[in-house]
């Protein structure tokens, strides 16, 4: 039986060209041209009794933390991309200010996983989407943006990554890309021209890939530093052995 409705839209495989089709569509409205100001909250938020600070103020960023990465070309330590939410951020100064370095240019504003090229500090790649598993949180994405300039710019290469949440980029030394979704690992040969899938073998006898996309969920990426050409990948679906309505096990590796 095929899946209902709102199963097939969730976790279907070309996820991120389903919501760039929406956003297409939405950008059509009327209302979509009119400006919006943002009114804030600005630089934190007061203390809740029983439940913690959150008024550091290092700036005005929207949404839940996701990911951080530092400029390995600056020796001070202090410019490092911030990942949220809401969008990705920029700071040049350990952190005393924040700034959104995304925009408008970025047709999803919530990004996942954040990643320098240690070879071409200028290059950052940002992958849209979260999927952390926890639905409440959880924020459809559509693909990995690439940045040449330090940030300045974004583009999405037309041959992209798939899956509605990012959760992992590692760049090796010579620009390889590895990016990891809750579809699977795909790999840019081209400092980010353009993306390939990598089949893992995650089926229920490990020698192909699981026929349903969220059984390659990938969670994390690591390279053997001793041999760049190593590299471990963690795989697994937060519902273990889960089934479709359809009776199908959904990661019958995990």
Do not use: C, M
């Not at 929406?22 to 938020?45: C, D, H, Y």
Request: charged residues 15%.
């Amino acid at each position: 039986a095929p899946l209902g409705a709102s199963l097939s839209t969730v976790y279907e495989g070309n996820t991120d060209q389903t919501f760039l089709n929406l956003i297409k569509q939405a950008s059509t409205l009327p209302e979509v041209a009119r400006p919006w100001t943002n009114v804030g909250p600005f630089n934190g938020v007061v203390d809740i009794p029983g439940v913690g600070s959150g008024n550091e103020g290092f700036g005005p960023v929207d949404g839940i933390g996701t990911a951080i990465t530092v400029d390995p070309s600056d020796p001070s330590g202090s410019t490092a991309y911030l990942g949220t939410i809401g969008g990705i951020y920029k700071t040049t100064d350990a952190g005393k200010t924040v700034v959104d370095i995304g925009g408008d240019q970025l047709a999803r504003d919530s990004v996942g996983a954040v990643a320098v090229d240690p070879s071409d500090p200028r290059t950052v790649y940002a992958g849209t989407g979260v999927s952390l598993f926890t639905l409440s949180d959880d924020a459809a994405g559509v693909g990995t943006y690439v940045s040449h300039d330090a940030g300045k710019t974004w583009t999405r290469p037309a041959s992209n990554t798939h899956g509605y949440g990012t959760n992992a980029i590692s760049v090796g030394a010579d620009g390889t890309v590895l990016v990891g979704t809750n579809y699977g690992v795909w790999r840019s040969a081209d400092h980010g021209g353009s993306f390939q899938q990598v089949p893992i073998p995650d089926n229920a006898t490990h020698t192909g890939p699981a026929s349903q996309p969220l059984g390659s969920w990938v969670t994390a990426i690591v390279r053997n530093p001793a041999n760049p050409q190593e590299v471990t990948l963690a795989v697994g679906y937060g519902f273990g052995k889960k089934v479709y309505p359809d009776g199908e096990v959904i990661a019958p590796g995990n």
